[in-house]
T-cell receptor, first 113, second 114 residues
């Protein structure tokens, strides 16, 4: 199965909170796990990405945690701001000549002021 | 701005019709991907081209086809349109086809089939 399962479907937090979005995959051939952020009316934009040889990666307020044995990875947004309100997609791709992305179903995040 | 351009931004057409969506990748990018985003199916990979050649196919219907031209722009052709084809269609580009290359997405074409 090529699926990537994402939860929750929606998330509401207060400003300064730490929303956490979780993803799980089945295909052990996946070796690249990016997160994309999408604002209404825009295309997805790469936020941060991780490879399975690393358990955690931080870029600014965004952190990916990766658990290879559980085949799970998650996105944490520190000190969330109203401007972070968007839809977040986890994705995965596997080695090969194509590298197409398999996306999770998306999480709509709302950060209240 | 990702540097990927897509035209048109919006398209309204009727069932049974044929439309063409156009994508210009970022300067220097050789690989183009097409994705469909719908409420029920989410973001799904359709097809990929690399330097003019088809590289991979996903859940693309037989009524849909694509090509990449020598100037590297790509077109997605949708024919015999059905109501269920209404969706956002995104094009993404990357420098190469393999490796951990960032895919940069365009703003999308919103297709409405009436």
């Amino acid at each position: 199965q090529q699926q990537v399962k994402q939860s929750p479907q929606s998330l509401i937090v207060q400003k300064g909170g730490i929303p956490i979005i979780n993803c799980a995959y089945e295909n052990t051939a996946f070796d690249y796990f990016p997160w994309y952020q999408q604002f209404p009316g825009k295309g997805p934009a790469l936020l941060i990405a991780i490879r399975p040889d690393v358990s955690e990666k931080k870029e600014g307020r965004f952190t990916i945690s990766f658990n290879k044995s559980a085949k799970q990875f998650s996105l944490h947004i520190m000190d969330s701001q109203p401007g972070d309100s968007a839809t977040y997609f986890c994705a995965a791709s596997q080695a090969g000549s194509a590298r197409q992305l398999t996306f999770g179903s998306g999480t709509q995040l709302t950060v209240l002021p | 701005d990702s540097g990927v351009t897509q035209t048109p931004k919006h398209l309204i057409t009727a069932t049974g019709q044929r439309v063409t969506l156009r994508c210009s990748p970022r300067s220097g990018d050789l690989s183009v991907y097409w994705y469909q985003q719908s409420l029920d199916q989410g973001l799904q990979f359709l097809i990929q081209y690399y330097n003019g050649e088809e590289r991979a196919k996903g859940n693309i219907l037989e009524r849909f086809s694509a090509q990449q031209f020598p100037d590297l722009h790509s077109e997605l052709n949708l024919s015999s349109l059905e109501l269920g084809d209404s969706a956002l269609y995104f094009c993404a580009s990357s420098v190469s086809a393999g490796g951990h290359q960032t895919q940069y997405f365009g703003p999308g074409t919103r297709l409405l089939v009436l």
